[in-house]
């Protein structure tokens, strides 16, 4: 089936970098783009950014220019998020998502990961 | 930069009521909207692609409509299970592919 798995927990101190993964199986990888959305405990929902699996271009939200890069291996049809400067406010849930972009219809983030838990604190 | 600001933020209504959730750009995103619902500990799920279509498997008492500035998710009569947190988000420029605050829906 189509999924999006992502890597595990992580706790990291203050200042260092983080990268997770996020492994598509169950479609072709480059037929569709990869958003990273995060979620702080009890706060809505915050686009990060976006990869074309298939060029590598990408676009970032203007709140993590500098900080966040976002790669991919299309050998292994895994996404990667890395985020470096970690600060405690960047305690969140990491999400990666499919989509596409719109040419006649919108169809939406339809395929989400499990979430990743990433933990900044000394 | 697409600002979506949703509203009311949170919505008490009871099992058997009609739930109307708004979603306002502030510039014209088309048609290029989704709304998602969110629980607990989940990731959140697609319900409505490109304004007005329900995304597969999703019951037929969620509809939404709008195009330009203005959306609405109905759900026609709430379940128990339909209460949760709902995100509308756009992609109609690049970047950011930005989503509202959220709508949380609370049983009454």
């Known amino acids: 089936q189509v999924q999006l798995v992502q890597s595990g927990a992580e706790v990291k101190k203050p200042g260092a970098s983080v990268k997770v993964s996020c492994k598509a199986s169950g479609y072709t990888f480059t037929s569709y783009d990869i958003n990273w959305v995060r979620q702080a405990t009890g706060q809505g929902l915050e686009w990060m950014g976006w990869m074309n699996p298939n060029s590598g271009n990408t676009g970032y939200a203007q709140k993590f220019q500098g900080r966040v890069t976002m790669t991919r291996n299309t050998s292994i049809s895994t996404a990667y998020m890395e985020l470096s400067s970690l600060r405690s406010e960047d305690t969140a849930v990491y999400y990666c998502?499919?989509?596409?972009?719109?040419?006649?219809?919108?169809?939406?983030?339809?395929?989400w990961g499990q979430g990743t838990t990433v933990t900044v604190s000394s | 930069e697409i600002v979506l600001t949703q509203s009311p933020a949170t919505l008490s209504l009871s099992p058997g009521e009609r739930a109307t959730l708004s979603c306002r750009a502030s510039?014209?995103?088309?048609?290029?909207l989704a709304w998602y619902q969110q629980k607990p500990g989940q990731a959140p799920r697609l319900l409505i692609y490109d304004a007005s279509n329900r995304a597969t498997g999703i019951p037929a008492r969620f509809s939404g409509s709008g195009s330009g500035t203005d959306f609405t998710l109905t759900i026609s009569s709430l379940e128990p299970e339909d209460f949760a947190v709902y995100y509308c988000?756009?992609?109609?420029?690049?970047?950011?592919?930005?989503f509202g605050q959220g709508t949380k829906l609370e049983i009454k």
């Open positions: 510039q014209s995103v088309s048609s290029y």
């Open positions: 988000q756009q992609r109609s420029n690049w970047p950011p592919h930005t």
């Open positions: 998502a499919r989509d596409r972009a719109p040419t006649y219809y919108y169809y939406g983030m339809d395929v």
